[in-house]
């Protein structure tokens, strides 16, 4: 009582405000509630690793549940003590240098699937009683298929990190592809990349992923010879909808799966700065060039007249431009930059499926840009989706 006087005088409780009052007392007296909490608390007279790391596994199975992505970790680290640790973090910095981001949950993941050909963490009975020598093998070519994923992923599909990234799942199944094959035909290469774009535009792993991910690898068949039937397998899912709609990028966002296209589709045009000419891509020498989210139709200019947010910030209305590029439009009107640009080298707007149609660059015309925007768009990356 003395603290809800003291916050009535700070004017934090309006005088007669007693709904306020009620409020805080409630959250007060729940505070105050910690000093009878019980914890419970379990001596175990055991020394043997597997015993309390069995203890521990139990323990978190009740209550706030560690993710079982953990607790596989927890039997990993009993299983090969001090040797699975550090190659972790060492696989973890080396993915975080090209811009990936992948945590110790995914990198358990990838292991299990590589050494099991399933993803799920429950029912690995049988996995544990492997010998550790074949685990930690198992986890040498979990490491280096990994690898050479992420370059497919980067070199071959021109993803270049986690921020482009829509689902690091998709990376299981090129994760167990590459850790067993040698080589792949032209062929297997364009059905994977297309399979790869497909995946993660259509949002493959949205719903239950584990699921959805032991029918991938399933599809893929013994050594990952079936490449070919992960794909019809995706296509047969989509019903054979693989086609974006301009419907589709209506207040589709930088977060939205088909915005990497629209990065892929303006780097296959050989998109470049719109002042100095030099091409966009990701790892630029010069610090200004580094590739930002333009808004074409600026934010500022957008909200004085109205505009709202969804709509401002749809990819409809984002180019990927070098750092100085950026700074230099600042909020200057469309019709006047754009023009500049134009008359200079209308190459550079069309790369980026800008609508030439100078009448269309003005505020007052901003949604009829975006309507011819989003269909530019969606020809671009449904020319990509074809392969």
């Given at each position: ?77 009993w299983k090969l003590p001090g040797s699975i640790v550090g190659p972790f973090e060492e696989m973890e910095d080396a993915c975080a240098e090209r811009d990936f981001e ?286």
């Amino acid at each position: 009582m003395d603290i809800l006087d003291q916050l009535a005088e700070a004017g934090i409780i309006r005088p007669g405000d007693r709904e306020k009052r009620n409020e805080l007392h409630d959250r007060l007296r729940k505070l105050t509630m910690i000093r009878e909490y019980q914890y419970p608390v379990e001596i175990v007279r055991e020394d043997d690793l597997e015993v309390v790391t069995e203890i521990f596994i139990r323990i978190n199975s009740g209550g706030t549940r560690l993710r079982e992505a953990e607790l596989a970790l927890a039997r990993l680290a009993w299983k090969l003590p001090g040797s699975i640790v550090g190659p972790f973090e060492e696989m973890e910095d080396a993915c975080a240098e090209r811009d990936f981001e992948l945590d110790s949950r995914f990198l358990m993941r990838a292991l299990i699937s590589v050494a099991t050909r399933q993803s799920r963490f429950r029912d690995l009975k049988a996995f544990w009683e492997r010998p550790v020598e074949e685990i930690e093998k198992t986890w040498k070519r979990t490491a280096t298929g990994l690898k050479l994923a992420l370059d497919f992923v980067e070199g071959n599909v021109g993803i270049p990190g986690s921020e482009l990234l829509p689902s690091q799942n998709s990376l299981i199944p090129l994760t167990l592809i590459f850790s067993e094959r040698k080589s792949l035909s032209g062929e297997e290469e364009r059905n994977l990349r297309r399979w790869f774009l497909l995946a993660n535009a259509f949002s493959r792993y949205a719903g239950p992923a584990e699921t959805t991910l032991n029918q991938d690898l399933t599809a893929l068949g013994a050594k990952s010879e079936n490449i070919t039937g992960l794909l019809d397998l995706l296509i047969r899912d989509l019903r054979g909808n693989l086609a974006i709609t301009s419907q589709d990028l209506q207040r589709a966002g930088i977060t939205s799966p088909f915005f990497p296209l629209a990065y892929l589709a303006a780097i296959r045009r050989n998109a470049t700065d719109w002042f100095k000419g030099i091409r966009i891509r990701r790892d630029s020498f010069a610090d200004d060039q580094q590739i930002e989210y333009h808004h074409i139709f600026p934010k500022k200019l957008l909200n004085a007249a109205g505009v709202e947010r969804y709509t401002r910030d749809e990819m409809a209305n984002i180019a990927f431009l070098g750092q100085k590029a950026n700074r230099r439009i600042l909020a200057r009107d469309p019709a006047s930059y754009l023009a500049e640009i134009a008359d200079n080298d209308p190459a550079r707007l069309e790369a980026q499926m800008i609508p030439m149609d100078r009448g269309l660059w003005a505020v007052d015309r901003f949604e009829d840009f975006l309507v011819a925007r989003r269909q530019f768009l969606t020809d671009a990356m449904n020319e990509l989706l074809a392969g």
